[in-house]
């Protein structure tokens, strides 16, 4: 899309108005455009002021309750009776060995509030930084049998210290949270858990000295942080 | 932006960095403020009280687990909260993809949403005024689009499709639309 195409979805954007693709590729260009932030502000202003020709409901006692309860310090994330077959030694065994010490940064989600966007744009810079430098043959993930929909792509940065992990087809995971893993000789280390958004799609930016990556995989989980993985896998590089 | 405005913006930005060191009261201040607003244009979206009260749990916990990602820089709590409450909710029922069970549960109205009164303060009710008057003055294609767009949590290209015009014309007038409510909106005062 050229510059101008991209400026007038601006305030589709701001209204949450604009399918996936589009949404993606704004985000990547705003990343970059002080021009097009300065346009979608004030934008972004008028639409939460929207919110106001809805007449008001007053919210039962409970809501107030849950709330408060789930505003932990940790993130509360409810355990979800996920299978617990030891999957990971098979994975494993797929995965090439490699020595890799890593950071997750962040999850990148397509649909947003658009102050976590804000956010997330820095991302997103960080990621089209990725992939501009990047490998031109992307490592491809392929699907582990239980979602044969999953695919994924990992495009390593030139000076392999980051990399963008671009997935579609996951399924959603209404209890439990995707998670993202290194091998390093053959054990897995955690990367970043992400959620994917309503089309299945999830980008995650990494951080780390990817010289020597062996491979990734995918599996689904109870709650983010584990050591090892105990969820099935999802994705793993071919 | 009004004196009202500015000082009640000031109240929401202090509860904001109360937030963003971990104060739950803060948190139960901010939800005490807005939680009839939010949860009104999350019935209005979701259509189901569920989702509603889904929308606007999952918008006030985003905004607890991340304070940090709202930047006073770039707009008011206000317009910071409602968006985080609009995509949660156009998020859930763009997942659903259930309209005909979103239409079913339509005639299931949220309790409260049958002109039940709700206590808000005074001065969110000028601007609620301010918002649907400036509303009421865009041209009506204007009008429909956005709030098709911004209401039903529709793409553009739905408007478009269901309006049965032609995409460009959809786009221009929730972009033609969305330029004259703010320019309405700043004359009224609500905005900068």
């Not at chain 1, 065994?93 to 940064?105: K, N, R």
């Not at chain 2, 244009?41 to 979701?46: D, E």
Request: overall charge neutral.
């Amino acid at each position: 899309m050229t510059h101008q195409e991209l400026q007038d979805l601006i305030p589709a954007y701001a209204l949450d108005a604009l399918g996936p693709q589009e949404e993606m590729e704004l985000r990547a260009h705003l990343a970059s455009c002080d021009d097009c932030q300065a346009l979608l502000a004030p934008l972004a202003e008028t639409a939460g002021a929207l919110a106001l020709a809805a007449p008001p409901v007053t919210p039962p006692p409970r809501l107030r309750e849950r709330i408060l309860s789930g505003a932990e310090p940790e993130p509360q994330l409810t355990p979800a009776p996920l299978p617990r077959r030891p999957v990971w030694p098979r994975v494993a065994g797929v995965l090439a060995a490699a020595a890799v010490v890593l950071m997750a940064v962040a999850n990148v989600l397509l649909i947003n509030s658009l102050n976590e966007r804000e956010r997330q744009l820095e991302e997103q810079g960080r990621l089209v930084d990725v992939l501009a430098s990047g490998s031109p043959n992307p490592r491809p993930m392929v699907a582990a049998e239980r979602n044969p929909e999953a695919s994924g792509q990992i495009f390593v940065a030139k000076d392999a210290q980051s990399a963008a992990v671009v997935m579609t087809g996951l399924p959603q995971a209404s209890q439990g949270v995707y998670q993202l893993w290194l091998v390093r000789d053959g054990r897995p280390t955690p990367l970043d858990s992400f959620q994917p958004d309503a089309s299945g799609a999830a980008v995650v930016y990494v951080q780390a000295n990817l010289a020597a990556m062996g491979g990734m995989a995918v599996t689904l989980e109870e709650r983010p942080a584990l050591p090892a993985p105990r969820g099935p896998a999802v994705l793993r590089t071919a | 932006m009004t004196r009202t405005d500015t000082r009640e913006e000031q109240r929401d930005r202090v509860l904001m960095e109360r937030i963003a060191r971990g104060d739950k009261e803060a948190l139960a201040s901010l939800y005490d403020r807005y939680a009839a607003a939010a949860f009104g244009v999350a019935s209005k979206i979701c259509g189901t009280r569920t989702l509603a009260e889904d929308a606007v749990q999952e918008a006030f916990l985003s905004i607890w687990r991340r304070p940090g990602s709202y930047n006073p820089q770039r707009g008011s709590v206000t317009s910071y909260l409602f968006g985080a409450v609009h995509n949660k909710a156009v998020d859930a029922i763009r997942h659903e993809q259930s309209l005909r069970r979103r239409e079913q549960a339509m005639t299931d109205r949220p309790e409260g949403s049958g002109g039940e009164e709700v206590v808000e303060a005074a001065w969110l009710s000028v601007r609620r005024v301010q918002v649907r008057t400036a509303l009421q003055r865009l041209s009506k294609v204007q009008r429909d689009a956005l709030q098709m767009a911004y209401f039903e949590g529709v793409t553009y290209a739905e408007v478009a499709e269901r309006l049965g015009i032609p995409l460009g014309t959809a786009k221009t007038r929730i972009r033609d639309g969305m330029i004259q409510l703010r320019a309405l909106l700043s004359a009224s005062g609500v905005e900068e």
